[in-house]
């Protein structure tokens, strides 16, 4: 029985089934459910003022995902609470995950190639390894 689940959400495929994955769980064990979405940047800004700029572009392209995540947990009965993070992805979702002490972090599968992984490796394969809580991968 998990208490506290969180679900790390990026608007890809596998990230939705891992938010229906980590409603059910919510649903069965009563959890309070949680989602983290990371705004990555990808350049270097120069100034404030574009890390600002940057982070609005970011917050417009991802409210409607929020909201679709909202909106499905509200049809399934399930309050959900959500967090909209700037930086790297492993190294945001790993801190929120030891502030707030989750039981449960549920995240989706992203298949890549055999080099692609080589080389660089997975955000769910650095999650599982560094997360400091059981870590669902749901394919």
């Keep these: ?3 506290k689940i969180l679900v790390a959400n990026d608007g890809s495929r596998g990230a939705l089934r891992a938010l229906g994955a980590a409603l059910s769980l919510a649903q069965r064990d ?3 459910l949680h989602m983290v979405t990371v705004e990555e940047l990808s350049w270097f800004p120069a100034s404030i003022d574009e890390v600002e700029e940057e982070k609005s572009e970011a917050n417009h ?3 409607p995902m929020l909201e679709a995540a909202r909106a499905q947990a509200r049809a399934a009965g ?3 609470e959500t967090h909209l993070l700037p930086g790297h992805a492993v ?3 790993v801190a929120l995950v030891s502030e707030q002490h989750f039981d449960l972090l549920v995240v989706g599968f992203m298949g890549h190639t055999r080099l692609y992984h080589q080389i ?3 955000t769910t394969e650095r999650l599982v390894r560094f997360a400091p ?3 669902l991968v749901v394919k």
């Design 78 to 80: 399930v309050e959900i």
């Design 120 to 122: 660089i490796g997975s």
């Design 61 to 63: 392209r991802l409210a």
């Design 133 to 135: 809580c059981s870590v």
């Design 30 to 32: 009563m959890a309070a």
């Design 91 to 93: 190294q945001a979702i």
């Design 1 to 3: 029985m998990y208490k």
